[in-house]
């Protein structure tokens, strides 16, 4: 009888699955919104940082006033040393050191409102701005400057009677003795502000303060984070790249925001002639004014003081906002 080969056996392979759900992908998380607490802070950090940085560079502030005074005296007499030096050597002789700190506590107040709002506001929008952007994308350049314009104007409203104070009390001594209005402290050139010219004294030389503000943040602010952004890739080193951003900006600040702060000084430093008149009539005519009796280039009339006072400035604001952020 012949064997029966066994039959191989054969295996059913599980049918193949095709259908399978896909694994949901992990959502991106939302930006979260800016709290209260984080807005506060962005002010916080914009004042102190300001504040600190006017302590450093108040001397310099009062030169660069009393060159722009000077200024406008040489372009009648013509007999004026315009010699920042020159400035500094007559300033100690009237009071020595303690001189050069002239309406200190007017800058400060000026800081604690102009600086505070300027820089809180530029952060706050920048960064809520930020929030729609695709993560890692940077806002452009327009747009830093959109609120770089922005947050001077308002800032520049805010601190505009404590920068009218600044402005005088810096001046007064520089008038003869009949025409000095003996400001003892901010609060007194305040109050004498007031009663002399109404409240609204208090915003004499607003428009010329508000160009200033703005040109001043367009310079500043904007171009602060654009060097950051730009020379990221080939400085590795963080206080190298912050110190190179804010020189770059320190010079864009002064070049744009001079001819407005020399307007500004003249306008609110003005007082009635004998006949009731004013010398100016306002930001454009003294601004014409200026060119016609000390020329164009007169409008950056002690560039280099003034670059030396704005630049610091900038530089020190800008660095210990970075700063604060460790703490604040």
Request: aromatic share 10%; glycine share 8%.
């Amino acid at each position: 009888m012949a064997s029966q080969t066994p039959k191989p056996s054969t295996t059913i392979a599980p049918p193949l699955v095709t259908n399978v759900a896909p694994v949901p992908k992990k959502p991106a998380p939302a930006p979260q919104s800016q709290s209260a607490a984080s807005v506060v802070k962005n002010f916080v950090r914009g004042g102190l940082a300001g504040m600190f940085g006017t302590c450093c560079v108040q001397p310099i502030d009062l030169i660069k006033v009393r060159i722009q005074l000077r200024s406008e005296a040489k372009g009648k007499t013509g007999k004026i040393s315009l010699n920042p030096f020159t400035v500094m050597k007559e300033l100690y002789v009237e009071g020595g050191l303690t001189k050069f700190y002239t309406g200190i506590d007017s800058a400060l107040c000026r800081q604690a409102t102009y600086t505070t709002t300027r820089m809180g506001l530029y952060q706050t929008f920048f960064a809520m701005l930020k929030e729609r952007k695709k993560p890692g994308q940077n806002l452009a350049f327009w747009e830093k400057a959109l609120i770089s314009l922005g947050a001077g104007a308002c800032a520049a409203m805010v601190g505009n009677p404590f920068d009218l104070a600044l402005i005088r009390m810096q001046a007064d001594n520089t008038l003869p003795l009949e025409q000095r209005r003996n400001y003892k402290h901010v609060i007194d050139a305040i109050m004498k502000t007031v009663k002399g010219e109404g409240i609204t004294g208090l915003w004499k030389g607003a428009v010329p303060t508000v160009w200033r503000a703005m040109a001043l943040n367009f310079g500043m602010l904007g171009p602060y984070d654009e060097a950051k952004e730009r020379l990221q890739p080939h400085i590795k080193n963080v206080t190298a790249l912050s110190l190179s951003s804010s020189a770059i900006a320190g010079f864009f600040a002064a070049f744009f925001s001079l001819p407005f702060d020399n307007i500004k000084t003249k306008l609110q430093k003005q007082r009635a002639r004998a006949d009731g008149t004013m010398p100016y009539k306002g930001f454009f005519n003294c601004m014409l004014k200026t060119i016609g009796n000390e020329g164009i280039l007169k409008l950056w009339i002690g560039f280099g003081t003034y670059y030396v006072r704005i630049a610091p400035h900038a530089m020190i604001t800008l660095l210990t906002t970075d700063f604060l952020r460790k703490y604040i």
